[in-house]
């Protein structure tokens, strides 16, 4: 069975005019844009323009945009509103094929049918994709792959809902569609949008969105809405002011602010640590909400952040002993855990390219290889 299908022009090129219609011609299932006259055509017409004679050995077969196949015969007008997509062949050859369990058949005229071409023509909607058994196992037909029709047991294709996964707040939902509004999302979690600072976090990088905000579940790397609480109160409701006993660097302070929480800068005899307040755990980890610490070093970014504190202690929601975190620093009056975790000689600190942003990426991938997830 091929597989590799030289790539297709769009629908749509520079020089295409507003009467092009679109031609397959041969089993490369290349669609090319062909300019046309005029809106009526016929399928002599049509063979015309696309350099084939107009006789009774070549046929013309519309695609219609409702899915199937459609003959036009030399002296048939066709309806362009039902599709502007035509497929040109010769012979009376057919190949037959199936979508789904008691659905239509599909007949083709060449032996080589693209995954887009079978979509089209079963009408498959953007929620499902297609599979077909391979040795026993089901595999999913991609768009751009070429399947040979006459290859034994490729006549029957499967149609299945494709699901898209996203976590939020630790729970993960299910879609069965690719675009997902952040309201949504959150509404089907049962959370009030207005109530949270909302973090999209792709492959360790957090971004702050708004609840209008589409999230593309096909892009590479999406993994969870995080929910942050937007203010911390005092005991008699007023915001607690936040510390910012020493600067940061700018990169830092932004990224700081675009985490929606509420972050201090405290010094502590001779140290200095960034705290950094309602840090959302995973869940598998009690509690859920903590102070996070960070010891920035006064000769930062020179020289590394390393380890990680927390305040409450953290421990496995399953009651599991957290190896190596038995460290301990005071800060203004509160004592933290440690989490002995260094960098290797692979992961070796940076001090051009690293930095509170990719000191919180180890912290978070620390928590995830503690639940081994």
């Not at 610490?293 to 002993?321: C, K, S, W």
Request: hydrophobic share 40%; net charge negative; aromatic share 8%.
């Amino acid at each position: 069975m091929e597989t590799t299908l030289p790539a297709a022009a769009p629908l749509g090129t520079a020089n295409a005019q507003a009467h092009d219609i679109h031609v397959i011609r041969d089993e490369l299932c290349v669609v090319e844009a062909v300019p046309v006259p005029r809106h009526s055509l016929e399928g002599k017409d049509i063979l015309a323009a696309a350099g084939r004679p107009a006789d009774a050995d070549h046929i013309v077969l519309q695609v219609l945009k409702t899915g199937g196949l459609e003959t036009i015969r030399l002296h048939e007008q066709a309806n362009l509103a039902l599709g502007t997509k035509f497929v040109l062949a010769t012979g009376d050859r057919l190949y037959r094929f199936g979508v789904g369990v008691g659905e239509d058949s599909y007949e083709w005229p060449y032996r080589f049918i693209s995954g887009q071409l079978i979509r089209e023509l079963a009408a498959v909607p953007d929620n499902q994709q297609i599979e077909i058994l391979r040795n026993g196992v089901a595999a999913v037909v991609l768009p751009a792959e070429r399947i040979d029709l006459a290859e034994p047991g490729v006549e029957n294709f499967a149609k299945v809902t494709k699901v898209w996964k996203l976590k939020v707040h630790g729970v993960i939902q299910e879609w069965d569609k690719p675009e997902v509004k952040v309201a949504d999302a959150l509404a089907r979690g049962g959370y009030d949008p207005k109530s949270w600072d909302i973090l999209l976090i792709v492959q360790g990088e957090k971004t702050k969105v708004t609840p209008d905000y589409v999230v593309d579940l096909r892009t590479p790397g999406i993994e969870k809405i995080r929910l942050m609480q937007r203010t911390v109160i005092n005991g008699d409701g007023q915001t607690l002011a936040a510390r910012r006993q020493f600067k940061v660097l700018a990169d830092d302070e932004k990224f700081l602010d675009d985490l929606g929480l509420r972050w201090e800068t405290v010094l502590e005899a001779e140290r200095r640590w960034l705290l950094i307040h309602d840090y959302q755990l995973p869940v598998g980890y009690a509690p859920s909400v903590v102070t996070l610490a960070l010891d920035i070093h006064r000769e930062y970014p020179v020289t590394q952040i390393d380890m990680f504190y927390f305040t409450p202690f953290v421990r496995r929601a399953n009651g599991a002993e957290i190896p190596s975190t038995q460290v301990r620093a005071m800060i203004g009056g509160m004592e933290f855990q440690g989490w002995s975790r260094h960098r290797t000689e692979a992961s070796k600190w940076d001090e051009h390219t690293d930095n509170v942003r990719s000191h919180m990426v180890l912290v978070d991938t620390c928590l995830a290889k503690e639940l081994d997830e």
